[in-house]
């Protein structure tokens, strides 16, 4: 019981993560209704310049952990988000009312392109931090000694999860911004007819997205205490999942979607095997598309003859 | 046309400006800086500002280029920078250009009989030039995305080496069954999923794929895991081992033994079952079968309507394009004598999809050009190894922006009254399945 | 109810969530005979067509399609295709869904999927190019030959279909649907969009198949001038019941009827009631 409860706690943790970038790919997919394959990648970036950025300030003797989280996210978030505006702006708006298979090609190559500029930039080696964030709570010790417990970065890659969620919820519904991204959703052509700026709003949804993958691949880097450059594409396919399982388009929903892909995966790998815990994880999209293939949350599609 | 409209010195700067100020803050962290774990296992940095100055004023100066090039050019448009003439001229060489290139493809180990980098070059080169015609039945002629074709590819590859190795089968043997384990496979996977519109089908089959290698990677009492299989038996010529040996083909034609026979041996098997392919394509496209195809990929909701079954329509086309994999795969497998995981990521399935689509979805020619263009290109930057993919992604890109629907993008119609004409790529639909 | 009913629609209903769009209907379509229902915008009527060809499965009711033959095949229990392959039920759609990228013949040729396929062996025959194959094709293409002559296309046959103008996409389309050999052919509007000439030239077209053929015809309809010249029997639906039913005449009479379209449209009823005068 208490090796669940501490799997529980531990899946949650990766959830969040996965629920963060999977907002990307379902606000994205909303919008303009492609897979952006990139946005994998984009969480990698992101934790790179976090990583870069926190080992600035340490050199520069900076001993404040709260002033140095605070630093690092911001500049990750303004940086990632430039990087989201720029692969929107070259790869795929030139194609936005091309054929359907271009973008998502472009999409892939794009992906390639910024996996490939990591490595070449910063070399294909694993990059180790020393844990930033120490300490945490002992909830429960059983009687075989086995302990549960809750440590610190724990707490704050959730509350942060929470706090953005809540922020970004607003942000949706009850911003102009938002409305002119519901309107994009619905209807371009009408949108643009009266009067929001299609182009703008399009720009602005990357970037959110990518903002808040910078999030997940700053709470990547302190929870597991590495980044390299090939983990978007892993990270990605299954955040993906999660915005699928939790019903693509539904911002709840990709939160509940991350949720469950982390709880599922962490303990089927603590139960079951971890060499096929990415094979779970896969074979759960599949079979979620299969029987429910509008996801939790997502609004029935009805066909229309 | 007056240059009147055109915005002058002071736009272009400014355009330029803008994006190298993007370029500084994109670059900054991620270039400017480099990071190393030391032998400690602590990171450290180092500052890179001279090779960040370099690419930012890479990017200014590429800017102005740019804007000059598309202002020489008017108004930017896809059409402007394929002239249409190359197009029809295209179009109408097509007819010439097949046979020519069949000529010389057939010449190719005569002519380079030494060269052996040009003859193994053109064995990879066929070999994706017969994926591409195997995928083109999937997503060109059918309309069904999948991103998850190298499992299929896979399947073939690990089918002839568990065979041979385990059971001794040779391969003549383990080709056809090899081909029919993919197709199997496919209908497996399409069962379920066939269902599934659009890119939800593309990530259930990119799953598909991931899971396929995983297994591979996992498994490793059955298929060695990472280490992959070894020692894969060579293909015989119909039981004539291509071997020095006295009962090998050099021995029985009393003709010196040389390694180059069975590089040109190789050579001709993959052209020939990529002709096969090519030639069933073909065949199949003028048959009810592959008219049906077609028809569901332009609109599936009139398919049903006229009585046919789109989920045996759909079936067969995963099917046989998974068939096609297979069958290259086992070819893969006895060319390269081992194979692993390795060989059958992600990054292939999305090569081969490249190829298609960069031919023009459902030309033939279009993707065996696309192929040779695609696998040849990528050869060309051999020496500057890890920029290789970098090149290739961005080449990927541009390719989709310069020419979304492909090299050859008209149809031809598959039966006709009075005139055999193409039919424009506006009208033909991509599917949605 | 004494009349050779082709088609029989019993107390049919169809829900979607909380709206009902069809509500207990029950009408027949003769045999040979073309059937018109009518009725104001959202009135139910497309429902119905997508309730007969397969595309919805009815919330209840029944509906029997009685074959020359002698076989009854209950729809409600196909679903899609083989509406068309076993019930040969063919239908057109309100906005035109042809082939658009494949030629006008090429269009003709996938309507004779079925028949091709069992010609084909399966496709195993016509992949060695068995000669008994070789020769269905030719009797296909024949066929679809002989329809783009009536439908006047044939010097248009290896266009694309999406390069043709309006009114010949909706004559092919029926053409199309005419190439599966239906025994009841449903159209759904057909004249929308055409020009008075144009829609003569589709009435003529309706009445010749039904005359040459014998096939029965069920279609939804809004040009009055069209309905009132080629109908035998008129269905009037609103708000997802039957309000009326009867010889074009008698339907046109019908003060319920009047009172449907003048709530619906001025125009519409205007038209209803100016035909035929």
Redesign the interface.
């Known amino acids: 019981m208490d090796y669940f409860a501490q799997q529980l706690i531990n899946g949650l943790v990766l959830g969040s993560i996965y629920g963060l970038i999977a907002i990307g790919y379902t606000m994205v ?1 909303g919008i303009v ?3 952006n394959f990139a946005h994998g990648d984009i969480f990698m ?1 992101g934790g ?2 976090a ?3 926190f ?2 300030l340490v ?1 520069f003797g900076l001993t404040a952990i709260p002033l140095i989280l605070l630093v690092v996210l911001l ?1 990750s978030m303004a ?1 990632t988000a ?2 989201g505006w ?1 692969v929107e702006r ?2 795929y708006r ?2 936005r009312h ?9 999409a ?23 844990p930033i964030i120490t300490g945490g709570y002992t909830l429960h010790e059983g009687a075989g000694g086995f302990v549960v417990q809750l440590s610190n970065i724990q707490i704050i890659v959730v509350i942060t999860t929470v706090v953005l969620l809540a922020l970004f919820t607003w942000l949706v519904s009850s911003t102009r911004l938002g409305r002119d991204m519901r309107a994009c959703e619905q209807d371009q052509t009408m949108a643009s007819l009266l009067g929001v700026d299609v182009d703008r709003t399009i720009s602005m949804t990357f970037v959110i997205g990518a903002a808040l993958a910078a999030v997940a691949g700053m709470m990547y880097l302190l929870y597991y205490g590495l980044v390299d450059f090939f983990m978007g ?1 892993v990270a990605g ?1 299954k955040a ?2 999660a915005a ?1 399982l939790g019903g693509i388009g539904s911002l709840p929903g990709a939160m509940l979607g991350g949720l469950l892909i982390g709880l599922i995966e962490t303990l089927w790998s603590a139960y079951f095997s971890v ?2 815990k ?2 779970a994880a ?2 759960i ?2 079979v979620v ?2 029987f429910l ?1 509008t996801g939790l949350l997502g609004r029935p599609e ?2 229309k ?1 | 046309m007056q240059t009147s409209r055109a915005p002058g010195v002071a736009f272009i700067f400014k355009k330029a400006l803008i994006s190298a100020l993007v370029a500084l803050v994109l670059f900054s962290l991620m270039i400017g800086v480099r990071t190393e774990a030391g032998s400690d296992g602590q990171l450290t940095y180092w500052t890179r500002f001279g090779d960040l100055a370099m690419m930012v004023a890479t990017v200014f100066g590429g800017s102005i280029v740019v804007e000059l090039l598309r202002q020489w050019w008017g108004p930017v448009g896809t059409v402007r920078v394929v002239p249409p003439q190359v197009t029809s001229a295209l179009s109408l060489g097509a007819r010439l250009v097949a046979p020519v290139l069949l000529i010389f493809t057939f010449l190719v180990p005569v002519i380079f009989y030494n060269e052996r980098y040009i003859l193994d070059l053109g064995i990879l080169v066929l070999t994706y030039v017969m994926l591409g015609w195997g995928l083109n039945v999937v997503v060109g002629l059918a309309g069904l995305l999948d991103l998850g074709y190298v499992a299929f590819y896979a399947v073939g590859a690990y089918s002839y080496a568990l065979l041979a190795t385990n059971f001794g089968l040779s391969f003549w043997i383990c080709l056809p069954l090899a081909g029919i384990l993919a197709a199997f496979w496919g209908v497996l996977l399409g069962f379920p999923v066939l269902r599934l519109r659009g890119d939800y089908l593309a990530i259930v089959t990119l799953a598909f794929g991931e899971i396929i290698r995983l297994v591979l990677l996992n498994w490793q009492s059955v298929t060695g895991g990472p280490n992959g299989v070894t020692g894969i038996p060579r293909p015989t010529m119909f039981g004539i081992p291509l071997s020095p040996g006295d009962d090998g083909l050099a021995a029985m034609l009393r003709i010196e033994f040389s390694p180059t026979h069975r590089i040109v041996f190789l050579f001709y098997l993959i052209l020939a079952l990529a002709l096969l392919t090519n030639w069933v394509t073909i065949r199949l496209r003028r048959l009810p079968i592959g008219r049906a195809w077609e028809a569901l990929r332009e609109d599936e909701v009139a398919c049903r309507a006229l009585g046919i079954n789109t989920t045996t329509t759909k079936l067969t086309a995963f099917a046989t394009g998974a068939m096609f994999g297979g069958l290259a795969g086992a070819f893969f497998a006895t060319r390269q004598g081992f194979i692993s995981p390795e060989s059958f990521t992600f990054h292939e399935s999305a090569l081969v999809l490249a190829i298609v689509v960069l031919g023009g979805m459902g030309s033939q020619l279009g993707v065996a050009l696309a192929a040779l263009a695609m696998i040849g290109g990528f050869e060309l930057f051999r020496g500057l190894d890890q920029y290789r993919m970098l090149v290739f992604g961005m080449a990927m890109v541009l390719l989709m922006i310069w020419r979304p629907r492909g090299l050859i993008g008209h149809r031809a119609p598959t039966v006709f009254l009075e005139r055999n004409q193409a039919i424009s790529s506006d009208l033909v639909k991509e599917g949605h399945g | 109810m004494s009349a050779d009913h082709i088609l029989s629609v019993d107390h049919l209903s169809m829900r979607f969530g909380g709206i009902v769009a069809v509500n207990d209907l029950s009408f027949g379509a003769e045999r040979r005979k073309i059937t018109a229902l009518i009725g104001p915008n959202g009135a139910g009527k497309t429902t119905v067509f997508n309730c007969i060809t397969g595309f919805y499965k009815p919330t209840s009711g029944s509906m029997r399609l009685a074959h020359d033959d002698g076989r009854n095949i209950q729809l409600e229990r196909l679903n899609d295709f083989r509406i068309s392959k076993q019930a040969k039920v063919a239908r057109t759609f309100q906005n035109i869904r042809l082939f658009p990228g494949m030629t006008a013949l090429e269009n003709l040729m996938v309507a004779q999927h079925n028949a091709l396929m069992r010609a084909s062996g399966l496709t195993l025959l016509g992949l060695i190019g068995a000669p008994s194959w070789r020769v269905a094709e030719k009797a296909a293409i024949d066929l679809a030959r002989t329809w783009l002559e009536r439908i006047g296309l044939l010097d248009r046959a290896d266009d694309a279909a999406g390069n043709l103008p309006y009114g010949d996409q909706r004559r092919l389309e029926i053409a199309r649907a005419m190439c599966t050999e239906p025994a009841l052919l449903c159209l759904d509007e057909p004249a929308a969009g055409l020009n008075a000439r144009e829609s003569a030239s589709l009435s003529e077209l309706l009445l010749a198949i039904r005359a040459n053929q014998g096939t029965s015809i069920l279609l939804i309809e809004h040009d009055m001038s069209v309905v009132m010249e080629i109908s035998d029997h008129v269905v009037v639906m609103d708000y997802g019941v039957k309000i009326a039913e009867g010889t074009p005449q008698h339907v046109r009479d019908d003060p319920k009827v009047i009172a449907a379209y003048l709530g619906a449209d001025e125009e519409e009823a205007i038209a209803v009631m100016e035909s035929g005068t």
């Not at chain 1, 091309?98 to 472009?106: D, G, Q, T």
């Open positions: 997919y209704g492609m897979i970036i790179f310049i990583l870069i950025t080992l600035i050199s500049v940086i430039l990087y720029t070259i790869a030139p194609l091309s054929f359907r298979l271009a973008p998502m090609l472009s892939i190559g794009m992906s390639f392109v910024l996996t490939n500029y990591s490595q070449v930039a910063q070399g294909a080696r694993v990059k180790p931090v020393p594409f396919i993906f999942t699928v060499e096929y990415d094979v896969f074979s999209l599949i598309l299969i293939p009805v066909e003859v």
